[in-house]
C-alpha cells in the first residue's frame, strides 16, 4: 500500500515539527522524523496496526508520549494521512 498525505496532515506535521526545533533542537526533529517515518512504513506494510478511533473508519496510532497520527484506509492499494494531533489537546479521536 501507499500512504498519501493530506494538506492539513502536512500542515500539521510542519507545525509539530517547527515546535519541536523551537523548543528542542535539530536533533529531538530528526528523532520525531524518524519515528514518523518508520511508522508509516509499518502502517504502509500492516494497515490495520493501530487501533480504531472513536470516528467511525479512521485510526489512530500513537508517535510517541506527546503525538499521534489519524489515518483512514482508503481503498486495497491506498492510506490517507489525515492529521498529526497533539495527544493533550482536546479531539474527537
Known amino acids: 500500500m501507499q500512504a498519501n498525505w493530506t494538506t492539513l496532515a502536512m500542515e500539521s506535521y510542519n507545525s509539530v515539527v517547527d515546535q519541536i526545533f ?10 520525531f522524523e524518524n519515528e514518523v517515518n518508520e511508522l508509516v512504513y509499518r502502517i504502509e506494510n500492516h494497515n ?6 472513536k470516528i467511525k473508519g ?15 484506509v482508503k481503498s ?12 493533550k489537546s482536546e479531539h474527537d479521536f
Do not use: A, Q
Not at 486495497?76 to 495527544?87: D, R
Open 48 to 53: 490495520h496496526i493501530c487501533p480504531k478511533s
Open 22 to 31: 523551537i523548543d528542542w533542537g535539530i536533533e529531538i526533529v530528526d528523532r
Open 76 to 87: 486495497e492499494s491506498l492510506i490517507e494521512i489525515i492529521l498529526i494531533i497533539f495527544n
Open 58 to 72: 479512521l485510526h489512530k496510532c500513537v508517535i510517541n508520549t506527546h503525538n499521534s497520527l489519524i489515518y483512514r
